[in-house]
């Protein structure tokens, strides 16, 4: 079964905690120093938040959590057959977890991570580069940085 996944960077973590405890009604399943995470069921999502503000403020990214393996590798097919790059990680740790993780940014430049997690991690996670959206601009309409500059967070930040 998929689970939606939306990740925030939020400036200031314990005010955000407060804040989405009471929307959804629930404590975080994970809290870390710079991270927290609810796996709600209604709806069904998983909502992660972090200060990592190497990031700009706001909805970093979208995604689609997987069960299997065999899920993540049939929507990186979709993503490719649909003519899109998709950027891939295998055994990466991000998020306080170890995944497997296929990146793209749709046509309008908004970051969307598909991935399957398969275990648990001390760490937040490390930085990779970031590919450029498809019209080599990011989401703000900015010109993209080269691959080289665009160190960011290997997932959520």
């Known amino acids: 079964m998929k689970r939606l996944h939306v990740h925030v960077v939020v400036p200031d973590l314990d005010q955000s905690i407060r804040f989405y405890s009471t929307l959804f009604n629930a404590e ?11 796996m709600l069921e209604d709806p069904r999502v998983n909502f992660a938040i972090s200060s990592r503000l190497s990031r700009p ?20 097919h979709r993503l490719k057959k649909a003519g899109e790059t998709t950027f891939d990680e295998e055994q990466t740790t991000c998020c306080y977890a170890q995944s497997d ?4 940014n749709d046509p309008a430049g908004v970051r969307w991570e598909t ?4 275990g648990s991690a001390t760490t937040y996670g490390e930085d990779i580069a970031e590919p450029a959206p ?7 309409g900015t010109p993209a940085p080269k691959p080289e500059e665009a160190k960011v967070a290997a997932c959520c930040a």
Do not use: I, M, N
Not at 134 to 140: E, G, K, V
């Open 134 to 140: 498809a019209d080599c601009r990011t989401s703000c």
């Open 57 to 76: 403020v706001g909805v970093d990214h979208v995604g689609v959590q997987v069960d299997t393996r065999a899920e993540l590798d049939e929507l990186a």
């Open 115 to 118: 991935f399957y997690t398969f």
């Open 101 to 104: 993780k296929s990146w793209v």
């Open 28 to 38: 975080p399943t994970r809290r870390e120093l710079d991270y927290a995470k609810w």
